[in-house]
């Protein structure tokens, strides 16, 4: 299974609420990076966190990460429905050299006006 | 250019053709990666470049599907004798470093349907 799994796999709000997502992971992690995708096609890069971090901001957006449960959070604070996209997290395991990470299968966010 | 360019942006090929996807990486990015997206799924990672040599084809589903990379910047996803559960959007991206300690750079992806 996916590395990476988000939570909810659907999330429907209102305009001005705010959205949690939630991704969990199974090894331990050099870094996790939150991605957005509007319409199925490129993925916009949002946030990076490193694992000796628990928290970042930026702008609207705040990320928390504990490694000791393997999870992290994302929060879009008063949600605007330009915010509707599908959402994901992916993991760059520790110690590899592969280069690669691994992708959850997404949360999608409809934020309605 | 200022992005990851990919073309084509939509391919639409007959079961058992072969097919080439193009991925043109943000300059002096020396870290290439491609994944593909089945609809509605996460990203599955199928090869990554450093440089010219891809340390990590693990993720390629067959032997019916090769890339290469050629003077450290332009990459072709080649996939042979394609059926329909190729069916996917190629997603490439590119980054200043190997992994994904600094930020990745997402092409639009090329939609391809096999019929």
């Known amino acids: 299974s996916q590395q990476g799994e988000e939570d909810p796999q659907a999330l429907s709000i209102q305009e001005g609420e705010n959205a949690t997502m939630n991704c969990s992971y199974k090894?331990?992690?050099?870094?996790l990076q939150w991605y957005r995708q509007n319409s199925g096609r490129g993925l916009v890069h949002l946030i990076l966190?490193?694992?000796?971090?628990r928290e970042k901001h930026s702008g609207r957006l705040r990320v928390t990460l504990d490694t000791s449960k393997k999870s992290s959070s994302l929060l879009i604070t008063a949600s605007r429905a330009a915010d509707t996209a599908s959402y994901f997290c992916?993991?760059?395991?520790?110690?590899?050299?592969?280069?690669?990470?691994?992708f959850g299968d997404g949360t999608t966010l409809t934020v309605k006006p | 250019g200022a992005g990851v360019s990919q073309s084509p942006s939509n391919k639409v090929t007959e079961k058992g053709k072969d097919v080439e996807l193009r991925c043109d990486p943000i300059?002096?990015?020396?870290?290439l990666y491609w994944y593909r997206q089945s609809l509605g799924q996460g990203l599955e990672f199928l090869i990554y470049?450093?440089?010219?040599?891809?340390?990590?084809k693990s993720g390629l589903p067959s032997d019916r599907f090769s890339a290469e990379r050629t003077g450290g910047s332009v990459s072709t996803l080649t996939i042979q004798r394609t059926q329909q559960e190729d069916s996917a959007v190629y997603l490439c991206?590119?980054?200043?470093?190997?992994?994904?300690?600094?930020?990745?750079?997402f092409g639009q992806g090329t939609r391809l349907t096999v019929v």
């Open positions: 991206a590119s980054s200043l470093s190997q992994g994904l300690n600094t930020e990745a750079f």
């Open positions: 090894t331990s992690i050099n870094n």
């Open positions: 966190i490193r694992s000796n971090e």
């Open positions: 992916a993991t760059d395991p520790y110690n590899t050299n592969a280069g690669k990470s691994t």
């Open positions: 300059s002096g990015h020396t870290a």
């Open positions: 470049f450093q440089g010219n040599s891809a340390p990590d």
